[in-house]
């Protein structure tokens, strides 16, 4: 018995290994039964252990919200917080299977706060159900998710118009809500839109047809997973492979690790490393320990090759005759996901596939208007809005545009400071700038320049409250420095706002914009031998690292003049301070705008304390 026990577990074993998975997510507005319809799958499929259904039956008479029944919610929805609010908050994703194929399926948050997890678990998904409240309709959070599911590539779609008893599974609500929902999404690109009546709760047209809704004839919703064909040829079978990893356990030994995104690739084929592009060919792809004769997309490999050539991780193998593009400007789609809105010319850790670089948003091009797509002009980014943004990073990167390859085409943002990822980005195509503008290599340099002015050009970046002394500092530091032969430049915020930055404003955005303008300018100015002083309040850390990350170790020096805002107040000649506090002066830096203090600045003013002389006899011991 135990031989033919061990018998059928193996036969059962590669039987499942043999089907085919399918990926796919629910998704909508807010209790329109996604985790009820998810949990009633995995009752109908026989999918639930024994211990589970027990646990359930007790889970269900102390956080059910069926009365008597079995409420099938309580199978996905785990955490805590969701069971007391009745809520779904993070993505569950759960596993089973049919005698046709396996599922993973990932159960989405409806509420509109947590849509990023619902991006989340769309970004891997090959199939959307997107579910929609018989009694309430098409919602707006009905018109994202499913905006965010045509930006992330998915093509196939399931409308199940839910809880069709609580409104006596009446034919004219379903087709009303059909009718709805198709003339929304007619320009979504979808391939499929499969409109299914259904109820979670009772498990009507879920596995079978329901007896109650006789006018329905199309496939149930479990018969239509079962045979939809979502896994469709893009053309496209050129070798991908995102190194994730340089293995080198000894000097015998290097491989490079990685999943393959797309294609297949055996020993002898050439491929090319991008983006230095150089050309070598495959010695040999191990699987584990185990020597292989191919791989193919989504295999997990380590590949060697024949010659030893410079290769790291982030870098991409690809097929040498089909190469991937390489740029560092691109035009992308960009979902933002959280409160704090996002600000052109703002530094951001960029991740794509296995590569890490600083992005730049140069251009919000228009944003979407979330129920109509209507084009709307926008200067920053709110939680949760869709834009077509331009894009500029800090060195090229190896791409495909999203509708090729997700892999190479899909990237987020994360928050240099937080590490918060922030926001999800599609890229569209290369910006034609990024290949026509190249970088001038000149005769002359910075240290030709600085030397024949016999100094050490720098750049002196005065930050600190207005009113704080930063410009009176300055300009008697300049008047020193030019005492002693020294060539320099003060820019000042004032002054610059007369000229090259009159056209901002005071938003952060415009904030943002200003520090970026004003560094770009201090880096040229160094470039040509100056000594720089820059005294602008520049209240964001994020912004004073990006102007410290334009100069080389040594020529950006953080001079935080620290005044208390009694004090600030008190020298106020111009009646800011005053106006701000009255209301009348909006987005002012300390009182309803703020300001965050260098962490550790290269000199830290105490000039509230330190008298205006004394704080330049500090500046000039520090500069030597």
Same mark, same amino acid.
């Given at each position: !018995?135990?031989?033919?026990?061990?018998?059928?577990?193996?036969?059962?074993?590669?039987?499942?290994?043999?089907?085919?998975?399918?990926?796919?997510?629910?998704?909508?507005?807010?209790?329109?039964?996604?985790?009820?319809?998810?949990?009633?799958?995995?009752?109908?499929?026989?999918? &639930?252990?024994?211990?589970?259904?027990?646990?359930?039956?007790?889970?269900?008479?102390?956080?059910?919200?069926?009365?008597?029944? &079995?409420?099938?919610?309580?199978?996905?929805?785990?955490?805590?917080?969701?069971?007391?609010?009745?809520?779904?908050?993070?993505?569950?994703?759960?596993?089973?299977?049919?005698?046709?194929?396996?599922?993973?399926?990932?159960?989405?948050?409806?509420?509109?706060?947590?849509?990023?997890?619902?991006? %989340?678990?769309?970004?891997?998904?090959?199939?959307?159900?997107?579910?929609?409240?018989?009694?309430?309709?098409?919602?707006?959070?009905?018109?994202?998710?499913?905006?965010?599911?045509? !930006?992330?590539?998915?093509?196939?779609?399931?409308?199940? =118009?839910?809880? !069709?008893?609580?409104?006596?599974?009446?034919?004219?609500? /379903?087709?009303?809500?059909?009718?709805?929902?198709?003339?929304?999404?007619?320009?979504?690109?979808?391939?499929?839109?499969?409109?299914?009546?259904?109820?979670?709760?009772?498990?009507?047209? =879920?596995?079978?047809?329901?007896?109650?809704?006789?006018?329905?004839?199309?496939?149930?919703?479990?018969?239509?997973?079962?045979? @939809? $064909?979502?896994?469709?040829?893009?053309?496209? *079978?050129?070798?991908?492979?995102?190194?994730?990893?340089?293995?080198?356990?000894?000097?015998?030994?290097?491989?490079?690790?990685?999943? &393959?995104?797309?294609?297949?690739?055996?020993?002898?084929? %050439?491929?090319?490393?991008?983006? #230095?592009?150089?050309? @070598?060919?495959?010695?040999?792809?191990?699987?584990?320990?185990?020597?292989?004769?191919?791989?193919?997309?989504?295999?997990?490999?380590?590949?060697?090759?024949?010659? $030893?050539?410079?290769?790291?991780?982030?870098?991409?193998?690809?097929?040498?005759?089909?190469?991937? $593009?390489?740029?560092?400007?691109?035009?992308?789609?960009?979902?933002? !996901?959280?409160?704090?809105?996002?600000?052109?010319?703002?530094?951001?850790?960029?991740?794509?596939? +296995?590569?890490? @670089?600083?992005?730049?948003?140069?251009?919000?091009?228009?944003?979407?208007?979330?129920?109509?797509?209507?084009?709307?002009?926008?200067?920053?980014?709110?939680?949760? $809005?869709?834009?077509?943004?331009?894009?500029?990073? #800090?060195?090229?990167?190896?791409?495909?545009?999203?509708?090729?390859?997700?892999?190479?085409?899909?990237? &987020?943002?994360?928050?240099?400071?937080?590490?918060?990822?922030?926001?999800?980005?599609?890229?569209?195509?290369?910006?034609?700038?990024?290949?026509?503008?190249?970088?001038?290599?000149?005769?002359?340099?910075?240290?030709?320049?600085?030397?024949?002015?016999?100094?050490?050009?720098?750049?002196?970046?005065?930050?600190?409250?207005?009113?704080?002394?930063? #410009?009176?500092?300055?300009?008697?530091?300049?008047?020193?420095?030019?005492?002693?032969?020294?060539?320099?430049?003060?820019?000042?915020?004032?002054? =610059?706002?007369?000229?090259?930055?009159?056209?901002?404003?005071?938003?952060?955005?415009?904030?943002?914009?200003?520090?970026?303008?004003?560094?770009?300018?201090?880096?040229?100015?160094? *470039?040509?031998?100056?000594?720089?002083?820059?005294?602008?309040?520049?209240?964001?850390?994020?912004?004073?690292?990006?102007?410290?990350?334009?100069?080389?170790?040594?020529?950006?020096?953080?001079? /935080?003049?620290?005044?208390?805002?009694?004090?600030?107040?008190?020298?106020?000649?111009?009646?800011?301070?005053?106006?701000?506090?009255?209301?009348?002066?909006?987005?002012?830096?300390?009182?309803?705008?703020?300001?965050?203090?260098?962490? @550790?600045?290269?000199?830290?003013?105490?000039?509230?304390?330190?008298?205006?002389?004394? +704080?330049?006899?500090?500046?000039? *011991?520090?500069?030597?």
């Amino acid at each position: !018995m135990s031989m033919l026990h061990a018998k059928d577990i193996a036969s059962f074993l590669d039987g499942q290994r043999d089907k085919e998975t399918l990926r796919f997510i629910t998704c909508g507005s807010v209790d329109d039964g996604k985790s009820t319809l998810i949990g009633r799958l995995l009752f109908e499929s026989k999918s &639930i252990f024994d211990d589970q259904l027990q646990a359930l039956e007790t889970d269900s008479r102390q956080y059910g919200t069926q009365g008597e029944k &079995i409420d099938l919610a309580l199978l996905v929805d785990g955490l805590q917080a969701e069971r007391e609010q009745g809520i779904t908050i993070d993505v569950a994703y759960r596993f089973f299977a049919t005698d046709r194929r396996r599922y993973i399926v990932a159960d989405t948050p409806g509420h509109e706060q947590y849509t990023r997890n619902m991006a %989340t678990g769309a970004s891997t998904a090959d199939l959307a159900v997107i579910l929609i409240d018989a009694r309430k309709g098409v919602l707006t959070q009905t018109r994202r998710h499913s905006r965010i599911v045509a !930006m992330m590539g998915i093509r196939h779609v399931v409308l199940a =118009v839910n809880k !069709m008893d609580l409104v006596e599974c009446d034919q004219s609500v /379903y087709d009303a809500i059909v009718e709805d929902y198709l003339a929304f999404a007619s320009g979504f690109g979808f391939t499929t839109v499969q409109a299914i009546p259904l109820s979670g709760l009772d498990g009507d047209n =879920v596995l079978n047809h329901s007896a109650r809704m006789p006018w329905y004839s199309g496939p149930s919703l479990m018969g239509y997973l079962d045979t @939809v $064909e979502v896994h469709e040829s893009n053309g496209r *079978d050129a070798f991908r492979l995102p190194v994730q990893w340089v293995n080198r356990p000894n000097l015998d030994f290097r491989g490079f690790c990685g999943r &393959i995104a797309e294609g297949t690739v055996r020993p002898g084929d %050439t491929l090319r490393v991008l983006p #230095s592009g150089v050309s @070598v060919e495959v010695k040999a792809i191990l699987a584990g320990f185990d020597e292989v004769e191919s791989a193919c997309a989504g295999d997990s490999v380590t590949i060697t090759l024949s010659e $030893e050539v410079d290769v790291s991780r982030g870098d991409v193998l690809v097929a040498a005759a089909a190469p991937a $593009e390489v740029a560092d400007q691109f035009e992308a789609r960009l979902l933002w !996901m959280v409160e704090h809105p996002m600000s052109p010319g703002r530094q951001y850790l960029m991740k794509l596939a +296995c590569k890490e @670089v600083t992005a730049t948003i140069t251009d919000i091009k228009y944003r979407e208007d979330v129920n109509t797509g209507t084009h709307l002009a926008a200067k920053n980014l709110g939680l949760n $809005e869709i834009a077509t943004v331009n894009l500029s990073t #800090s060195a090229p990167v190896v791409f495909e545009p999203y509708a090729v390859n997700r892999v190479l085409g899909g990237f &987020i943002l994360v928050d240099k400071l937080t590490f918060e990822t922030v926001g999800a980005g599609m890229i569209d195509f290369a910006l034609r700038r990024a290949s026509n503008i190249h970088w001038q290599a000149l005769e002359l340099n910075r240290t030709v320049r600085a030397a024949q002015k016999h100094q050490s050009p720098r750049c002196i970046w005065f930050t600190g409250l207005s009113g704080s002394g930063k #410009s009176t500092i300055a300009n008697l530091l300049e008047k020193r420095l030019h005492a002693e032969g020294k060539h320099t430049y003060l820019l000042d915020g004032d002054n =610059v706002r007369h000229g090259l930055n009159r056209d901002l404003g005071f938003t952060e955005a415009d904030r943002v914009e200003n520090i970026r303008r004003v560094a770009e300018v201090a880096k040229l100015m160094v *470039d040509a031998g100056l000594i720089v002083l820059v005294s602008f309040i520049s209240p964001f850390i994020s912004e004073r690292r990006m102007a410290r990350d334009l100069f080389a170790p040594g020529e950006f020096i953080e001079v /935080y003049v620290d005044t208390p805002i009694e004090e600030c107040e008190r020298r106020d000649v111009k009646g800011l301070y005053a106006k701000a506090r009255a209301g009348a002066l909006k987005n002012f830096t300390g009182i309803d705008s703020p300001y965050e203090a260098p962490e @550790v600045p290269e000199v830290h003013l105490h000039a509230g304390q330190l008298s205006t002389p004394a +704080c330049v006899d500090v500046l000039v *011991d520090t500069l030597g």
